[in-house]
């Protein structure tokens, strides 16, 4: 079977393999939290993975609506995302907020107000992980942070300074990477903060987003065509995240680890979105796949409420336990996507077009058809 080309795919209305991404991103996430944990990938590549996979989805998108509409608007794009992800995120606040107030458990009180304005990062960074059932908000305040300041600053640099765009998010990258270890080998601020902070995490939303750029050049094309031709080639990345993760030493993981893991990431996410035509990978579009990479956002959410309670079941045998924590994270997920979230998903569609008048620009020789925009499907 031939693979299609990846300029080919990139055409596609949805790019496939995103959700079957999502999927081993989320659940290596839920299994290192469940104290499994996994060979090739650990909380902090599943996370990493999210974050990478967030700035090139949202940049991808930018990108499309730029090239349709000579613009973005700003309006539409944060309605857009507060209907994904407000409404699960302020429901699971709540209920978590109030149950632990039930039980007593007194690291509430401390993270209710970083939890409402999405600064879990920071605290977490400044006080450490508390024991609260907010704490593994962290990750979704850095996302959080992002979104706000992304779409200006690429709007500032698409109209500045496009051609200087990719390159400003690679030394971003290497600034943040040389920042963390400088943070943590000699400020002593912890690993709490290097691992938590914004301004010790961006270099993985960066590389994502530099993905977006690369993908328009058909040198890089040519490239990532070269390294996603044979199925065994996304075990290459696998492995090096393998290997990245048995590094002991704390210099590492908390210095240039998060970005050699983003770039890894990167390179495999383009390889599973071609690759997923293929036999061996098709797996990642099966509907199962994409299911579970559909609610991988509210899975995030409820997952250590579903590990929980499957840690009570201590009747039964271990693995029992877990699988049934498994289950009911999915199960937690499922009513929060289907009761709550697709309401508010409904309404989403009128704001997925770019402007309805788009600015209109001078004719050339041999005009060219803009592509039409993908549906975003974003964590």
């Not at 994502?208 to 996603?228: M, Y």
């Amino acid at each position: 079977m031939s693979l299609p080309a990846l300029e080919t795919i990139l055409k596609s209305k949805k790019l496939p393999g995103l959700d079957g991404f999502r999927m081993i991103a989320v659940m290596a996430v839920v299994l290192a939290h469940s104290g499994v944990g996994s060979y090739f990938f650990s909380a902090r590549h599943g996370v990493a993975g999210f974050f990478v996979l967030s700035g090139f989805l949202i940049t991808w998108l930018l990108l499309k609506e730029y090239e349709k509409a000579g613009t973005v608007s700003l309006k539409n794009f944060y309605i857009r995302r507060s209907l994904r992800i407000f409404p699960a995120y302020y429901v699971f606040l709540l209920v978590s907020i109030s149950w632990d107030l039930f039980r007593g458990n007194d690291d509430i009180h401390e993270a209710i107000l970083p939890g409402l304005f999405y600064f879990m990062n920071y605290h977490n960074a400044l006080e450490g992980h508390s024991s609260s059932s907010l704490a593994h908000l962290w990750s979704l305040a850095i996302e959080e942070q992002f979104y706000l300041i992304w779409p200006v600053l690429f709007l500032l640099l698409m109209g500045k300074c496009k051609q200087y765009a990719l390159g400003f998010l690679l030394v971003v990258s290497g600034v943040v990477m040389l920042w963390r270890s400088f943070s943590f080998s000699i400020l002593d601020f912890g690993n709490s903060y290097a691992y938590n902070a914004f301004d010790t995490r961006f270099d993985n939303l960066a590389i994502g987003c530099a993905l977006a750029f690369l993908l328009e050049k058909k040198r890089c094309l040519v490239i990532f065509n070269s390294v996603s031709r044979q199925f065994w080639m996304p075990l290459i990345p696998l492995l090096l995240l393998f290997l990245s993760r048995q590094v002991g030493n704390s210099g590492y993981v908390y210095g240039p680890a998060f970005t050699i893991d983003a770039l890894l990431l990167a390179v495999l996410l383009v390889q599973l979105i071609r690759l997923s035509h293929s036999h061996f990978w098709n797996w990642l579009n099966h509907p199962v796949s994409v299911y579970l990479g559909v609610i991988s956002y509210p899975i995030y959410l409820w997952h250590t409420w579903g590990i929980q309670a499957g840690n009570k079941l201590n009747f039964l045998p271990e693995w029992m336990q877990f699988a049934a924590g498994i289950l009911i994270s999915c199960v937690l997920a499922a009513a929060s996507y289907h009761i709550l979230e697709k309401r508010f998903l409904a309404i989403k569609p009128l704001y997925e077009r770019a402007t309805k008048k788009p600015k209109k620009l001078p004719k050339v020789d041999g005009g060219v058809d803009a592509e039409q925009l993908p549906r975003e499907r974003s964590n």
